[in-house]
């Protein structure tokens, strides 16, 4: 239902979509075009797969947000969960298992804390935060633990170590860490160059 009282919409609205898609939206819309709207419900990752090609992302999403104020990302709040989701990255067949985790919505910024298994072994997280609108600052820490890193033609390998990304997303953030590798086998491949 929506209904119009003085200029100002009261809306209560249940949507549901493909593939387990579902909200529950419900507030006010002012006649000066502030809102005051609460959207609960889910969806599945697996309809950003269009933006991420190659890559491919499955899993469910659940949500519950608010919007107060003007219509804009500042107004924006709430939090986005979830967990058992998987990521297919095409490069060398590494793939996300387990991803698990939370983003908190506030202020123009989305707070991030995620953690993901690799499938070939090992560990990855995410924390930090990164501003939703342009120069997209941000102040992550990725963390590696023990993941298995493997080129059946090239490389075998073990990466633990800790990654910082701040500044601008856009263009001139800095990336600084360590990170160290366990034992590590290279193969060279036959070729025509002559041993020294």
């Not at 593939?19 to 609460?38: F, K, P, Q, Y």
């Not at 023990?146 to 601008?168: C, F, H, N, V, W």
């Not at 860490?177 to 086998?185: A, C, D, F, R, S």
């Amino acid at each position: 239902t929506a209904r119009l009282s003085s200029g100002s919409w009261t809306l209560d609205v249940a949507l549901t979509g493909p593939g387990g898609t579902n909200a529950d939206v419900t507030g006010t819309i002012g006649a000066d075009g502030r809102m005051n709207l609460s959207a609960r419900g889910a969806a599945p990752l697996g309809l950003a797969n269009g933006l991420l090609e190659p890559r491919r992302i499955a899993g469910q999403a659940s949500f519950d947000l608010q919007l107060d104020g003007a219509p804009a990302l500042t107004s924006l709040s709430g939090t986005i969960r979830t967990a058992g989701a998987s990521l297919a990255t095409g490069v060398q067949g590494i793939s996300l298992t387990d991803i698990a985790g939370t983003v908190t919505l506030s202020g123009g910024q989305a707070r991030v804390a995620l953690s993901s298994a690799l499938s070939a072994g090992g560990r990855i997280a995410v924390e930090g935060s990164v501003g939703l609108a342009a120069p997209f600052a941000a102040d992550l820490t990725v963390t590696a633990d023990s993941l298995a890193l493997r080129d059946p033609e090239l490389y075998q390998t073990t990466a633990s170590g800790r990654i910082t990304l701040s500044g601008p997303l856009s263009g001139g953030a800095q990336i600084a860490g360590t990170i160290t590798l366990g034992p590590t086998e290279i193969q060279i491949p036959s070729s025509g160059f002559p041993y020294w």
